[in-house]
């Protein structure tokens, strides 16, 4: 078992792009979790998957981020029209139960 | 008021010496509390996880759980210069998400 894998590491984007980023949890976890962090806080919850089904996105998220879990094995995260406040370090993390994560090493966004 | 509430500190504590991390929360209602540890420009690690009250040890970690003040600590004993990181207390909600605070800065005195 390789942990949790997130690709591309690093992302830089012009303002206004669409980006995309993948996450391939721990092949036995059905739990898989998104955050995102900038300097000095914790990680934000944005979103969070049972197998396929996303079962709560964070009210502080726009509708310009979607997440998916097709067939409840990777996820991908998109952010469209991305913009300055966009820029952080994108973490997916996955679990057997709603308990103990596993964090892959992250994305890092950032938006010029 | 915040979901999870940490001092951000910096911390600064002796080597040898023990680190005390403390930790709010305010859903009374939360079942499952953690300790993750982040080194700078790393993810997070868990090191603790406590699920009823009273204290959890592992090695030099020990874990404290009082659900009536909804307070959640952390103690490393015999610090170490490797134990210099950001501590993340995270707790899970009723609804099974789990909610970070900003994370304590802990840095050894060596």
């Known amino acids: 078992d390789t942990g949790v894998s997130q690709n591309p590491r690093h992302k830089i984007t012009k303002r206004g792009q669409n980006v995309t980023f993948r996450c391939d949890p721990i092949?036995?976890?059905?739990?898989l979790y998104w955050y995102r962090q900038t300097l000095g806080q914790g990680p934000e919850f944005l979103t969070y998957?049972?197998?396929?089904?996303?079962?709560?996105k964070s009210r502080l998220l726009s509708d310009r981020f979607s997440a998916e879990r097709p067939k409840g094995s990777f996820s991908t995260l998109e952010i469209q029209r991305t913009e300055q406040g966009d820029s952080a370090m994108y973490l997916c993390a996955s679990s057997l139960t709603p308990r103990e994560l596993t964090f892959g090493s992250g994305t890092r966004l950032t938006v010029v | 008021q915040k979901e999870v509430e940490q001092n951000s500190g910096p911390l600064s504590v002796p080597e040898g010496a023990i680190a005390s991390l403390n930790c709010t929360y305010s859903?009374?209602?939360?079942?499952?509390f953690f300790w993750y540890r982040q080194y700078s420009g790393k993810s997070p690690e868990l090191i603790m996880s406590?699920?009823?009250?009273g204290d959890k040890e592992d090695g030099r970690f020990t874990a404290q759980l009082n659900k009536a003040s909804q307070y959640v600590s952390l103690l490393i004993r015999d610090s170490q210069p490797s134990d210099s990181a950001t501590y993340l207390c995270a707790v899970t909600a009723r609804d099974d998400k789990i909610i970070f605070g900003k994370g304590t800065r802990l840095h050894i005195l060596p």
């Open positions: 859903d009374r209602g939360s079942q499952s």
């Open positions: 092949s036995e976890h059905n739990r």
């Open positions: 998957f049972q197998n396929e089904a996303q079962l709560e």
């Open positions: 406590i699920y009823s009250n």
